[in-house]
T-cell receptor
Framework: AQTVTQSQPEMSVQEAETVTLSCTYD???????LFWYKQPPSRQMILVIR??????QNATENRFSVNFQKAAKSFSLKISDSQLGDAAMYFC?????????????FGKGTHLIIQP | EAGVAQSPRYKIIEKRQSVAFWCNPI?????LYWYQQILGQGPKLLIQ????????DSQLPKDRFSAERLKGVDSTLKIQPAKLEDSAVYLC????????????FGPGTRLTVL
């Protein structure tokens, strides 16, 4: 069964510093996408970044980038120049493999705290 | 472009009562998902619709949960009767194309069962 493990329940970083959130996953899919979602206290999930598994190049979106290691099934998120608005729960997600559905399986999340 | 709408935002009920949640996806999005997010955990997929058909509901507790999307647009998720362990946030998401595109999430409905 597909699983997503986020080993850091909480991370704290000083404003303007860089932080890396870790994620490992397991999926039986051969071609898939991986996602990082952000959930601020208002609870609306927002897509941060997406990685296509068949692409070797790591995805980048402004201050957000990933380190994708397909063989190791590792998918970490790096946030550069952290800002107060980055404070939120961050969820890593891989494909849900069941019954033909293509929803997502999420990790338990990492609570990111930004220290001013 | 309007986002995914959900109502109500909050609901408190007694155990064994019934409750229904409503979702209106982004216009034109054929794929609709319902997730359950228990406090301290990530969302868990309950059911996926493609237009008005069910793609997968293997994680939906069918003895008490039901969902429908009769006209392929709005969707309703119902719990009858509710248990204490059903307390969670119920998230609706939609996508314009299966698999590759991002899922857009609604604000969720926070259910408390007393």
């Amino acid at each position: 069964a597909q699983t997503v493990t986020q080993s850091q329940p909480e991370m704290s970083v000083q404003e303007a510093e860089t932080v890396t959130l870790s994620c490992t996953y397991d999926t039986s899919e051969s071609d898939y996408y991986l996602f990082w979602y952000k959930q601020p206290p208002s609870r609306q999930m927002i897509l941060v970044i997406r990685q296509e598994a068949y692409k070797q190049q790591n995805a980048t979106e402004n201050r957000f980038s990933v380190n994708f290691q397909k063989a190791a099934k590792s998918f970490s998120l790096k946030i550069s120049d952290s800002q107060l608005g980055d404070a939120a729960m961050y969820f890593c997600a891989c494909p849900y493999s069941g019954g033909g559905a293509d929803g997502l399986t999420f990790g338990k999340g990492t609570h990111l705290i930004i220290q001013p | 472009e309007a986002g995914v709408a959900q109502s109500p935002r909050y609901k408190i009920i007694e155990k064994r009562q019934s409750v229904a949640f409503w979702c209106n996806p982004i216009s034109g999005h054929a794929t609709l998902y319902w997730y359950q997010q228990i406090l301290g955990q990530g969302p868990k997929l309950l059911i996926q619709f493609q237009n008005n058909g069910v793609v997968d509901d293997s994680q939906l507790p069918k003895d008490r949960f039901s969902a429908e999307r009769l006209k392929g647009v709005d969707s309703t998720l119902k719990i009858q009767p509710a248990k204490l362990e059903d307390s969670a946030v119920y998230l609706c998401a939609s996508s314009s194309r299966r698999g590759v595109n991002e899922q857009f999430f609604g604000p969720g409905t926070r259910l408390t069962v007393l």
